[in-house]
């Protein structure tokens, strides 16, 4: 067995569920192996057992730091219905099981190995290569990325992140795999709405009713179809993938959004939930609440949607589009969460050598930045203008993917293998070694 796979099936041993997180027991496994090796690392506790770790190999200060992203709490699985031990590590029949194994423990060892790598080689990077392993990005940061750049922010400092967001995907396109490197992430704006009127008898309805009132504005909202927009990262997308989808050639040619915009629109590729959520501001409707007597007219009811918001779409634009869309003005909409989207450039700055070494590591692969629906890290990087990448070199069919958060999470043992390699190759070639 590699030293990989092997480090990969105890570190998948360990239960780092958030919540609770313990993210300690993670980082006392990490510490392990770098105490060993004699790698030098500082590690952070913002909360008992909210633990992260940032080792470093230092280099010569040409370039600013490389920081190698990743996370050591995973999201929960049930063991009652998983076919093996979420929690057992167990390597067989060519594959390494359990939570964590895609996202994103399988990744930490990858980048791991590449530092031991380093460290072993004896060689002095040009830059510092930092390897931060943190708590908490399942339930949004708060105890680890967002903490450590708020009270930390000296020992952040780098030129380049490298982080989740991005795997080899087979089963997309009709001919091979598409090799996603995410530059971007959408926003998040959660917003509660609030309707109130006048309680009364159910038996005698008086025209006011918080709860019909507020249901029937939400399907005014749900009745309009969202157009689709295309932001500069998906047009580059579409012309990536155009290479193998030759329904996109009128696309390719003209390069205009219309064209793309009405290709798509009569494909009925906008069926597709992954494909409209690229081309849409989404909302979501994920909480109802109001009332609790049949006979009774509730005075109150509310209602939350999980808004998500394309690059370049600012939060409180969508809010007055959405107000006007409710058509009620006695409804109040107050924000929850607001994250505006992120992005990092994808024609210049790192990327081109990200996406060459990408494509050495799957010759068949089409390489294409992208944009994830949902938020990773990466956001809080960004937002000190740091370039942040979400990449994975992991070839996986589509509908695996699922098995992130999902059942019956594994990596196959090539992958783990190669992964590792990417990395070394990776580093190698930003830290000129
Ligand atoms: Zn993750």
Redesign the pocket.
Known sequence: MSEAVELLSQYLGIDTTNPPGREDRGVEFLARILDREGIAYRTYEPRPGRASLRAEIPGSGERPPLILLN?IDVAPADPAEWSFDPFGGEVKDGFVHGRGAL??KGQGIMELMAVLNLKRQGLKPNRDLVFLAVAD??MGGAWGAKWLLEHHPEDFKAGLVLN?GGYVVKGLLPDRPVAMISAAEKGICWLKLTRTGPPGHGSLPHGDNALEKLTQALARLMAQDDPLTVTPIVAEYFRRLGRSWSFLGPYLEDGRPETLVNIISQSGLTALPQVSALLKNTHSLTVMKSGDKSNVIPSRAEAHLDVRLLPGRRAEDEIAHLRERLGDQGIAIEPLAVTESTQSIWDGGDFPTLADLMQKAFPEALVAPSLVFGA?DSRFFRHQGVPSYGLCPVLIDMADVKM?HGLDEKISVENVEQGAQYFADLVQALCRT
């Open positions: 996370h996202d994103m990005e399942e989740e990773s992130v």
